[in-house]
């Protein structure tokens, strides 16, 4: 046994330990990136589900996906229209403001996260 590379089902330890983080990862920080996202312009509920898979190789349910847009939409964070048959989004003034102070904060959280996966 070699660290967490040890062979197991076809894969390695590790690769699926990697996995499990990844999706935790982004669906405990979808809300950020679906901001971070619209600061490039509107998307629907269906556009945002095609980004994450497209961008981090995972499929997130519609309903996980509808309801933190609703979330966000009801925080003043975004605003959908109808378009057609579809919901299109689109960030607040309000959205941008914490978009941009998440995304200028990159050092504290890089940080804060180092500080926790630190051995004790």
């Known amino acids: 046994m070699v660290g967490l590379a040890v062979i197991v089902g076809g894969g390695t330890l590790e690769a699926k330990i990697l996995k499990k983080m990844h999706e935790r990862i982004i669906k405990n920080f979808l ?40 979330s966000l939409e009801r925080n003043g964070l975004i605003h959908g229209t109808w378009n057609e048959r579809k919901r299109v989004y689109k960030l ?8 941009k102070t998440i995304l200028n904060a990159n050092d504290k959280i ?8 630190k051995a004790q």
């Open 31 to 70: 809300d950020i990136i679906i901001l971070a996202e619209l600061r490039n312009g509107p998307m629907s509920g269906y556009d945002v589900i095609a980004y994450i898979h497209n961008k981090f190789h995972l499929l997130v349910s519609s309903g996980t996906v509808y309801s933190l847009l609703y």
């Open 92 to 99: 607040t003034e309000k959205g941008e403001k914490t978009i």
């Open 110 to 117: 890089r940080n804060f996260i180092l500080s926790l996966l």
